[in-house]
């Protein structure tokens, strides 16, 4: 590539390769979204086995989900630092090894160590370089690459779920969690697939005089700093300072704490926080509610694999949806609604008393969940673009990872204190329909400032330009004047007589 060229961020494709990539993000991702719900099929067995209480056990999801969510600053740090292939091919080794590990354990302890937090890791470093490496790949179908990989989902619940329950019955849960931990090692194959795409790199030689160019002119700077410096600053106070200010540039490049100024990062921020408290535990309590009121193990699963396949269905579909010219501009609005409607499927989840309302239940439950999966890194996206994207999502799961980590245990409180699921049901509808409101209310705000200050801006620039047409005016009649020569030569004269009087004066 020309020297021109050095430097300059690709355009993305939209297509080619990036398909494949879809197709690696659609396996890294289906694993970190489904693999904390589907592994819900062995809680009451392994619930029997160290005789613990709901809450105690719901605490495996739990770290998991948070472990996956909270480490995504790391994620995005490794991203920016090494790239999306070796970081999720490091996820899916370290996904093998925390499931492997925890068929030896002999305490509940253990599976929070191994299951939580060493497998939510490995799943942390699937998620986010998957994200993040289809927004470089695409840009105007992005919606729906994002909606295609995002159904990865619930193609894997759908799997997980029969998948695990058959498990569990010919090998018991520890002979089922050896099985997951090789199943959970094609991430590393999923990673494979994502070829680096990167900015242009100059030729050895190019590179070189660069290096040789940029020394000398920092030779030639500190040199001439050392002698146009009128006081004498120790050398240690100087290199503190510089050593402060690199500190600082490192954790900006990785990641950028000025999104904590940006209006509608923030609005996204807190409605995430919020819905994040009723999201999960309503699918980690589904099949166990459904063996508590006394349906069996396959069809409790089933269950599970409806939401799923509805999910798979509701995914693709909204991703179009969602790039379609009427609602891509108020993508905003679509998101909010999806987690209203997903919060009032909870609330109505308690008047389901036997299995047919369960799978309708499970039916509605799986149309608001894709549609809420499948908007919520885009919408994100469509906030803060794609150049500030990538420390956006670390900054928001790092934020999301405490509501996360509480909401599963709350809800299995409830269960324990009131000995009924409808309690832990009404209270994520409730603070789901909460946070879509909310949502709703500030992002219709943000709009109207948007435009508002749009206005502005443009009252402005037109200000700047008759201003700046002015000065040419005046200018213009100057050089005019300076130009008419002769004719102007005795008025000259007396202005130069004048101004010799007054200067004697």
Not at 246 to 251: A, G, T, V, Y
Request: aromatic residues 12%; charged residues 15%.
């Amino acid at each position: 590539p020309s020297p021109a060229d050095v430097g300059r961020a690709p355009s993305p494709p939209d297509g080619g390769w990036g398909w494949v990539v879809v197709f690696g993000a659609f396996v890294s991702i289906g694993f970190a979204y489904a693999f904390p719900k589907g592994i819900a099929i062995f809680f009451k067995e392994i619930q029997d086995f160290f005789g613990t209480s709901y809450s105690e056990i719901a605490w495996v999801s739990s770290i998991m989900l948070a472990t996956t969510y909270g480490a995504g600053p790391i994620s995005s740090i490794l991203v920016s630092r090494y790239g999306s292939r070796p970081v999720v091919i490091f996820g899916g080794l370290l996904c093998g090894v925390g499931m492997v590990s925890a068929a030896f354990c002999t305490s509940i302890l253990q599976l929070y160590i191994c299951v939580g937090f060493i497998t939510g890791l490995g799943l942390a470093l699937n998620l986010q370089p998957s994200v993040i490496i289809i927004g470089k790949y695409f840009l105007k179908r992005r919606p729906i690459a994002n909606g295609l990989a995002m159904a990865g989902s619930p193609v894997m619940l759908c799997t997980l779920a029969p998948l695990n329950q058959f498990l569990f019955d010919n090998f018991g849960w520890r002979g089922s969690f050896l099985i997951l931990g090789a199943i959970l090692l094609h991430c590393c194959v999923a990673g494979a697939l994502f070829r680096p795409i990167g900015p242009a790199t100059a030729s050895v030689k190019t590179q070189k005089i660069e290096e040789g160019k940029e020394t000398l002119k920092e030779e030639v700077t500190k040199d001439a700093m050392e002698m146009s410096s009128p006081t004498n600053i120790p050398m240690e106070t100087k290199m503190e300072e510089e050593g402060e200010k690199d500190c600082c540039e490192k954790i900006n490049q990785y990641l950028d704490f000025s999104l904590f100024k940006h209006r509608g990062f923030l609005i996204y921020l807190i409605g995430n926080v919020l819905m994040f408290l009723g999201f999960f535990a309503p699918i980690v309590f589904l099949a166990p509610y459904a063996k508590h009121i006394g349906i069996d193990e396959y069809s409790a699963a089933f269950l599970l694999s409806i939401l799923a396949i509805v999910d798979m269905i509701a995914r693709p579909a909204t991703g179009i949806i969602a790039n379609s010219k009427w609602v891509r501009p108020r993508i905003q609005y679509f998101f909010s609604f999806s987690i209203a409607f997903n919060g009032a499927c909870h609330l109505l989840c308690p008047l389901a008393s036997g299995y047919t309302g369960l799978v309708v239940y499970s039916v509605f439950f799986g149309l608001a969940f894709g549609m809420v999966c499948a908007m919520l890194f885009e919408t994100l996206m469509d906030l803060v673009g794609a150049s500030r994207f990538t420390s956006a999502v670390g900054l928001v799961t790092i934020a999301e990872c405490c509501t996360i980590l509480l909401g599963p245990p709350i809800g299995g409180t409830l269960i324990d204190t009131f000995g009924d699921y409808k309690y832990m049901f009404i209270k994520c509808g409730a603070v789901m329909v909460l946070a879509g409101t909310f949502l709703f209310i500030m992002n219709y705000y943000n709009y109207r400032m948007l435009i508002k200050e749009e206005k502005e801006r443009k009252a402005k620039e037109e200000d700047l330009q008759s201003v700046r047409t002015e000065n040419e005016g005046r200018n213009n009649w100057n050089k005019e004047v300076t130009q008419d020569g002769p004719e102007l030569e005795p008025l000259r004269e007396e202005q130069e007589g004048l101004k010799k009087e007054v200067n004697g004066t």
